[in-house]
């Protein structure tokens, strides 16, 4: 992979407030060892629980982007 090379990475997510702390780490950790330039999009599906919320908290630290769908409309 060049260095100029952006990975982009989406992941779809709804009432994850239990698991995507860990995920967003462990996922940024193992690309940065492997000297990958990234960015991780959130797609949230309206989650009903504080998922919105801890991504929020996450921006700070990590090369995220989020967006959050009003409604629930499922994957695609």
Same mark, same amino acid.
Not at 32 to 39: G, L, R, S, T, W
């Given at each position: ?13 709804? &009432? ?18 492997? &000297? ?13 629980? &504080?998922?919105?919320?801890?991504? &929020? ?20």
């Amino acid at each position: 992979v060049c260095s100029s090379d952006l990975i982009s990475i989406i992941i779809p997510v709804y &009432n994850e407030q239990g698991t995507i702390r860990e995920l967003i780490e462990r996922l940024c950790i193992s690309l940065a060892k492997e &000297n990958f330039v990234f960015e991780i999009i959130i797609v949230d599906d309206h989650s009903t629980d &504080n998922t919105f919320q801890i991504l &929020n908290l996450l921006y700070a630290d990590f090369p995220l982007k989020c967006v959050r769908k009003i409604g629930r409309k499922g994957k695609a």
